[in-house]
C-alpha cells in the first residue's frame, strides 16, 4: 500500500509533529508499505531532506512563533499525495487537528486517518467539548471563559485556577495560577496563542490518562511530572521529564471507570478510531475529565503507543490498524 504520512504545518506543535511523523514513517515501513513523507509547508521531501528533518527530537519549548501557513489545497492537489492509497496524519495543533485538514481531505475525496472534520473541530475546541462532555455524563471542571474578573474566578472557581488557550494543545500557553494578582498576566500568555481563552478549575491529584482504539478503551497510565508541578511541555517530550507507569496502580473498579469515560468522551465528540483521554483523579477518587487528544502524540515516548503497548499492541501493530480503520470508514468513499 502507498502510505503518504503528511505532516509539520503551521502550528506550535510543528516540533510535536515532525517527531510523530519520524515514528510513523519508520514502521509503516517496516510493515512493508511504501511510505511517502509529506511536510504540509514543503511538499514531498527527498530523501536527504526527510533524513535530516525526522530526528524524532523535540525541543524543551515550542517554537518561538508560527510557520509560514500551509498551502493546502496546494498540498493535497500534488499527485504524490492524491496517488497514495491512504493519507496517515501526523498532524497536531492548529489546521492539522482542528478539521481544516481534513475537510480539505474530503473534498479532494483523499482517505486520511484519524477523526473526520466534525470531530476535529469539536476536540480542538475546549469550551464546546466540555459542554458536550457534561451532556454525555462525563464529569469536567468547572469553567470560565475569558474576559472574567478576578471576583468572578474567585467566587465561581477559586483558585488555583489552570490557565490555557481555548485551541492550543501540548500545553501550549498553560499556566497554573495560585494568586488573584497573577491571574490577567496568565490570560495575556493564553491570548499569545489563541484568540479564546479559557480559565479552569484546579484539580489536585494524580493525572491520569487512557488511549482509545478502534472505539475501545486501552491501559490506563499514571504520569508524574519531574519537570514542574504540571505535565507541561517540556514534561512530555523531554526524556526523564516524566514517570509515565502503564497500566497505573489503580483498584480494578477506578480503571474501569476511567475506560468507561474516556470512551464516552470519545463518542461525545464523535471521535473515530483513535484518540487519548486525559483525566485528573480527586482525593475522594473523583475523576475529571480535562480533554480529549484527537490525533494524539505518536512521538517514541507519546502516551498512546504506551497505552497500547500495555495491552500488547507493538507500534507498528498501532500504526497499522490506525490505517486499516481508515480504509475501512472511507476507503468505499473514493
Known amino acids: 500500500m502507498k502510505i503518504a504520512v503528511l505532516f509539520g504545518g503551521e502550528s506550535m506543535e510543528r516540533d510535536v509533529s515532525v517527531a510523530s511523523a519520524s515514528q510513523v514513517v519508520r514502521a509503516l515501513r517496516a510493515n512493508g508499505h511504501e511510505v511517502i513523507a509529506v511536510d504540509a509547508l514543503r511538499g ?30 496546494a498540498v493535497v492537489s500534488r499527485p504524490d499525495l492524491r496517488d497514495a492509497d491512504l493519507v496517515f496524519l ?25 477523526s473526520g472534520r466534525i470531530g476535529s473541530a469539536l476536540g480542538m475546541d475546549k469550551d464546546v467539548s466540555k459542554r458536550l462532555f457534561l451532556a454525555a455524563g462525563v464529569p469536567t471542571p468547572d469553567w470560565l471563559m475569558a474576559p472574567a474578573s478576578t471576583e468572578a474566578v474567585e ?27 497573577d491571574l490577567q498576566k496568565a490570560i495575556d500568555e493564553a ?18 490518562t487512557v488511549g482509545i482504539l478502534d472505539d475501545e478503551a486501552l491501559a490506563v497510565g499514571e ?3 519531574r519537570l514542574s508541578s504540571i505535565f507541561d511541555y517540556a514534561s512530555k517530550y523531554q526524556a526523564g521529564g516524566a514517570d509515565e507507569i502503564f497500566p497505573a496502580d489503580l483498584p480494578p473498579e477506578l480503571t474501569r471507570r476511567a475506560q468507561e469515560l474516556g470512551l464516552a468522551a470519545h463518542k461525545a465528540l464523535k471521535l473515530e478510531c483513535y484518540s487519548r483521554a486525559d483525566f485528573r483523579l480527586d482525593s475522594d ?42 480504509l475501512k470508514k472511507r476507503g468505499a468513499r473514493k
Open 285 to 326: 477518587g473523583g475523576l475529571w475529565c480535562l480533554e480529549m487528544n484527537t490525533l494524539p502524540g505518536l512521538t517514541s515516548g507519546s502516551l498512546l503507543p504506551r497505552s497500547a503497548a500495555a495491552v500488547g499492541i507493538s507500534f507498528e501493530e498501532l500504526c497499522e490498524r490506525i490505517c486499516r480503520a481508515a
Open 90 to 114: 501526523a498532524l497536531h495543533g492548529g489546521s492539522g487537528e482542528d478539521g481544516t485538514v481534513q475537510a480539505v481531505l474530503d473534498l479532494a475525496g483523499i482517505v486520511y486517518t484519524g
Open 155 to 181: 467566587e465561581r472557581l477559586g483558585f488555583p485556577v489552570i490557565v490555557k488557550p481555548n485551541g492550543q494543545g501540548s500545553t501550549v500557553g498553560l499556566t497554573l495560577v495560585e494568586r488573584p494578582e
Open 223 to 225: 504520569i508524574i511530572p
Open 191 to 208: 491570548a499569545r496563542f489563541d484568540d479564546a481563552v479559557m480559565i479552569e478549575r484546579y484539580i489536585a491529584g494524580r493525572e491520569l
Open 44 to 73: 514531498v521531501l527527498p530523501p536527504d531532506e526527510e533524513k535530516a528533518l525526522l530526528t524524532g527530537r523535540v525541543d524543551r519549548a515550542p517554537p518561538s512563533q508560527l510557520a509560514d501557513k500551509a498551502s493546502l489545497p
